[in-house]
C-alpha cells in the first residue's frame, strides 16, 4: 500500500465550484505540504503543516485554503475555482527527526477548471 | 532573485552521461537535493548533499556542488532508457524545500 495517498486522482469541474482534494499518510510524519505543479514552473508551495494545530501558507496560498484534520490527513480547497487553478497537485509529508529532511510525495491529483 | 533554476530539456544517446544542471540562490542552505519524477507519478528522492560536501557519489549518480557560484549539478553515468524522466532540484530554506522549475530528460536508443 502507498504511503501517501491523494483522492482524486483525476477532477474536472466548472469555474465556481468548490472543490476538496484530499491527503492521507500512514508514514506517521507530522509535517504536510501541498504543491502545485506547472509546466515550466516546477513545484511551488501552497500551504505546509508541521502538526495538527500548526498551518502556514506557502508562496502561492491565495485562492486556497487547507484544513488539517489529523495528523494522517491534510485536505487542500478550492473555494471558487478559476481556469488558471488547472495543474497537478501534490501532497507531501516529512517527519520533524529526518536529518536531511526528505519530503515523500503522493501520486498527484489532475485537476482541471472549464 | 528568488528562483531556483534549471534549463528545462535534455536530450541524450542511450549509454552516454547526462548531466544536468542547477543554480540555487540561498548560499545558507543546508542540504540540496535531486528529485526524480516518473511520468505520471510523484516526486521521489533520488539523492542529496550536506552543504559542507564538494561531490557525492552513488553508483551512477555523481553530485557536484560549487558552493561559491551557488551551482549544483548531477552527473548520470551510462544513462538508461528508465532514467528518461523530470529531474529536480531543491534547495532547503527555512524548514521548506524550495524547488527549481525541473528538467525533463529524454533517452533516446
Known amino acids: 500500500d502507498a504511503d501517501v495517498t491523494q483522492t482524486p486522482r483525476n477532477r474536472i469541474t466548472k469555474t465556481g465550484k468548490r472543490i476538496m482534494l484530499e491527503c492521507s499518510q500512514t508514514?506517521?510524519?507530522?509535517?504536510m505540504y501541498w504543491y502545485r505543479q506547472d509546466p515550466g514552473l516546477g513545484l511551488r508551495l501552497i500551504y505546509y503543516?508541521?502538526?495538527?494545530?500548526?498551518?502556514n501558507k506557502g508562496e502561492i496560498s491565495d485562492g486556497y485554503s487547507v484544513s488539517r484534520q489529523a495528523q494522517a490527513k491534510f485536505s487542500l480547497s478550492l473555494e471558487s475555482a478559476i481556469p488558471n487553478q488547472t495543474a497537478l497537485y501534490f501532497c507531501?509529508?516529512?517527519?520533524?527527526?529526518?536529518?536531511?529532511?526528505?519530503?515523500?510525495f503522493g501520486p498527484g491529483t489532475r485537476l482541471t477548471v472549464l | 532573485g528568488e528562483d531556483v533554476e534549471q534549463s528545462l530539456f535534455l536530450s541524450v544517446r542511450e549509454g552516454d552521461s547526462s548531466v544536468i544542471n542547477c543554480t540555487y540562490t540561498?548560499?545558507?542552505?543546508?542540504?540540496l537535493y535531486w528529485y526524480k519524477q516518473e511520468p505520471g507519478a510523484g516526486l521521489q528522492l533520488l539523492t542529496y548533499?550536506?552543504?559542507?560536501?564538494d561531490m557525492k557519489q552513488d553508483q551512477r549518480l555523481t553530485v557536484l556542488l560549487n558552493k561559491k557560484d551557488k551551482h549544483l549539478s548531477l552527473r548520470i553515468a551510462d544513462t538508461q532508457t528508465g532514467d528518461s524522466a523530470i529531474y529536480f532540484c531543491a534547495e532547503h530554506r527555512t524548514d521548506k524545500l524550495i524547488f527549481g522549475t525541473g528538467t525533463r530528460l529524454q533517452v533516446f536508443p
Open positions: 507531501a509529508t516529512s517527519a520533524e527527526w529526518s536529518s536531511y529532511n526528505e519530503q515523500f
Open positions: 540561498d548560499s545558507s542552505s543546508t542540504y
Open positions: 548533499i550536506f552543504s559542507n560536501m
Open positions: 508514514k506517521g510524519h507530522d509535517r
Open positions: 503543516s508541521f502538526d495538527v494545530k500548526d498551518i
